[in-house]
């Protein structure tokens, strides 16, 4: 099943993203449901492509329970059947997309984390020798792994693009102990996250976390360590200095590199190709991850 609105919800939205819609399950309560729409470039496509949403939603799941001795999360179920308020007649159309979580007060901070150099990355060092105002070795070659992972935090911003910043203006922003902890809980993350991954045979190249506040603690919440959130690339095709085999959307990116279009709405259509693939590549990363047959 394709979902691409989900306007046959009849509760108080709180968020519609990009991908995903987020509606209030009285006061303490939210209902994560991530849809099939995808975005690119800022962009979300007309186009949706089959099975995304359950893809991330899988991805998620697995990453919170898997990480749970790091750090707590803000899931209360998966199980539709356990949802409130009536939303258990949606069975089919939530099954496998959605959470039930609890309502965090969320940290005003992106947490990245990179292992190796590509992207906005690979861009500032380029042309400075700095990431996030991080001094790195000269002449490091586009995906090279990083001496060791770097925190290269970003402002969240509620429109456009998010900023690269430095861990000390984050500092500034959040406080020294807040900065602190989420540079150790994002670090400590990624480093999990990317041994399993590399035993599956992926490289987690660099992801992005988002942290909040319940019952006085931390806890990691949105998403974790998906397609759309992180770099995913074939170990078995890793080769430095060049763009890398990846299963996350930078397919679709570079599919659209090379159209015609100056990245501002309305999106161009997607062939049913490029379709195809792009769900092969989620598909293929969420079988890699879990160990399951999607």
């Not at 069975?91 to 150099?117: F, P, T």
């Not at 090279?144 to 000390?168: C, M, Q």
């Not at 990624?190 to 931390?218: N, P």
Request: aromatic fraction near 10%.
């Amino acid at each position: 099943m394709l979902i691409k609105d989900t306007d046959f919800i009849d509760l108080p939205v709180f968020i519609k993203g990009k991908v995903r819609d987020v509606y209030k399950v009285g006061e303490d309560m939210l209902l994560m449901i991530v849809t099939d729409r995808i975005s690119a470039f800022d962009v979300v496509f007309d186009d949706l492509i089959p099975n995304k949403g359950c893809v991330l939603s899988g991805i998620s799941e697995f990453w919170f329970d898997y990480c749970k001795d790091i750090i707590g999360n803000h899931v209360v179920t998966t199980d539709v059947s356990e949802y409130p308020m009536g939303l258990s007649k949606f069975k089919n159309e939530l099954k496998g997309r959605s959470m039930l979580v609890r309502r965090a007060s969320m940290v005003k901070a992106e947490c990245i984390v990179r292992g190796y150099l590509e992207g906005s990355g690979l861009k500032d060092y380029k042309a400075s020798g700095f990431v996030s105002g991080i001094q790195l070795p000269p002449g490091l070659k586009q995906a090279d792994r990083l001496p060791e992972p770097l925190f290269t935090p970003s402002t969240k911003a509620d429109e456009g693009h998010d900023l690269n910043v430095s861990y000390d203006y984050v500092k500034e922003q959040i406080g020294e102990d807040m900065a602190l902890l989420l540079k150790e809980k994002s670090l400590a993350l990624y480093k999990k996250a990317a041994d399993y991954a590399l035993s599956k045979g992926i490289i987690l190249a660099d992801t992005k976390f988002e942290f909040g506040i319940l019952d006085g603690k931390l806890v990691i919440a949105d998403e974790m360590c998906t397609p759309d959130s992180s770099r995913f690339w074939d170990l078995s095709d890793y080769a430095p200095g060049r763009a890398q085999k990846s299963f996350d959307k930078q397919y679709l990116r570079e599919y659209l590199e090379t159209l015609d279009w100056d990245k501002q709405p309305p999106a161009p259509k997607l062939p049913a190709g490029v379709i195809q693939k792009t769900e092969a590549k989620y598909i293929e990363a969420y079988e890699k991850i879990t160990g399951k047959k999607f």
